[in-house]
Structures are given as C-alpha cells and as structure tokens.
C-alpha cells in the first residue's frame, strides 16, 4: 500500500494537447530530452506551471490515471527533494482521465480538470 496519488497532472501546450488528443503524446522538448514524462501531483502543479510556463497562453491540464503504467511510472527526486511521478514511454489518450485548459482560482491555484 503506498500514500502516493493515483491521478497526476501534465501541462500542455495547444499542439501537444492536440496530439494527445490523436491518441499519443510522446512528449514535450524537455521531456524527451530528459527521456521520460514529467508529471506534476496536485499539490506540485501550481508550482509546476508558474516555474515552467510563466507567462505562456493557451496552455492545458490532462489528468492522468498513474494506476496504468506499472514499472514504467517512477516516482524521483526533483525540487526540493520532492518526489515527482515521471513516466517513462508514451502517454497514451487512454490514461487521461480528465482535461481542459488551464485556468486558475482567485487565489492563483491552477484548478484541477473535471471530467464529464
């Protein structure tokens, strides 16, 4: 049993939100570069996009069910030391449980993506 999240977050741009919606996204410049997909826990995802996507428009938020990627969602170490979910291979349309662009709360806090 582990207290880790099972829904994580990526932000996308407009074509890479695109793609996935073709059925499979192989990620963004910065991931493939790192060789695996960043992910972000809800907590992480505010952070997450006023560090990487400041001042960027048109962006979007998948959800993903972390509970289809067995060995190749790894949980490692990045800002802070804190543990970030990381996939290794494609992100497939399939896993998204929920999407839809990136909007904030008053208080700045992206809003998570509700399905239905």
């Known amino acids: 049993m582990t ?12 074509d ?3 793609a ?3 059925d499979t ?3 963004a410049p910065v991931d493939q570069a790192d060789g695996y997909i960043h992910l972000s ?4 995802l505010t952070e997450t996009v006023d560090k990487h996507f400041a001042g960027q428009r ?15 969602l790894k949980w490692e170490e990045s800002r802070g030391g804190a543990l970030f979910p990381h996939i290794y291979g494609k992100l ?6 929920a999407y839809g662009p990136l909007e904030r709360d008053d208080d700045g806090t ?4 509700v399905a239905g």
């Not at 048109?58 to 190749?72: K, M, P, Q, R």
């Open 16 to 18: 890479q939100m695109r």
């Open 41 to 44: 826990t809800a907590e992480q």
């Open 58 to 72: 048109d962006l979007w938020v998948a959800a993903i069910d972390l509970t289809s990627f067995g060995s190749s």
């Open 92 to 97: 497939l349309l399939e896993t998204v449980i």
């Open 3 to 14: 207290d880790r999240p099972t829904t994580a977050y990526k932000v996308l741009t407009a």
């Open 25 to 27: 996204f192989a990620g």
């Open 20 to 22: 996935l919606e073709a």
């Open 110 to 113: 992206v809003k998570l993506p």
